[in-house]
């Protein structure tokens, strides 16, 4: 068998490559890689993989080219951009996201890819005032949550035209755990607490669904034998809504460090801050049974 895996130099896919070599040993495990593309996350396992491909996934007749070559068994789309503030390049954005959303999975409807795993954003929701449920109407309010829609509904238009491939999206919330770029909440609360600094925050009742990575990366190794429609949509998240005080209670716990007190509003609150942020994980109970 052979699964191939966009964005596995980022944060979920170097995660997901790490559990694929680890449940999958018989299986060839080959990445894409843009030519700047930094190793950190995964320097210690590249002798372990097939093949590293480098090409930009918004090249069509590249994209072709090594699906057709390639023929893998299992596509993971987990390749991204914009979801941090300084990647507000929009029309890298749009090839990032939209464009090589579409290329991939153009190639592996035509090359009979038997799975495509989407990977999707809670961004796409916009603000809600509930748990957000997959059937709701999707208002994003930024432009990466605009493209990732985008690409989220191509994904479900061509996964219920597709006759041999069997698409779904998953739609992310708030991963969080080791190697997530030093910059997020979980590594910044880490790294001061181990240095015994207090670390600083945002807004402690800023709300979020946090979580853990190994649960997201289950999800992704079960749902290729799970029973689902092609084309759908599953959110991926805890079910539990947390404040960011919550969370850094919670971890200050862990480390045995609750006498250390973050310092709030230091650093810069996002825009669009909303007063709900959680998955409901209705469906994926129903498919998977695995978030408790």
Sequence with gaps: MKILVTGATGFVGSNLVRALLNHQSSAGIYITARNNSDFWRIDDIKHRLHNIYYLNLDDKQKVNQLIESLKPNIIYHVATYGGFTYQADQEQIIKSNLLATMNLLDAAVANKVKHFINTGSSSEYGIKDKPMKESDVCEPVNFYGITKLAATNYCAMLGKQSEFTKVCTLRLFSPYGEYEDSSRLYPSIVKALRSDEPPRLSRPHSVRDFIPIDRVVNVYLQIINAQYNSGEIINVG???QQS????????????????????????????????????DTGKLNRILNVIE
């Design 238 to 240: 805890s079910g539990v």
């Design 244 to 279: 960011i005080e919550q969370f850094y209670k919670r971890i200050a716990q862990q480390l045995n460090k609750t006498d250390i007190l973050p310092i709030w509003g230091e650093a810069p609150p996002r825009p669009n801050e909303p007063n709900v942020w959680v998955a």
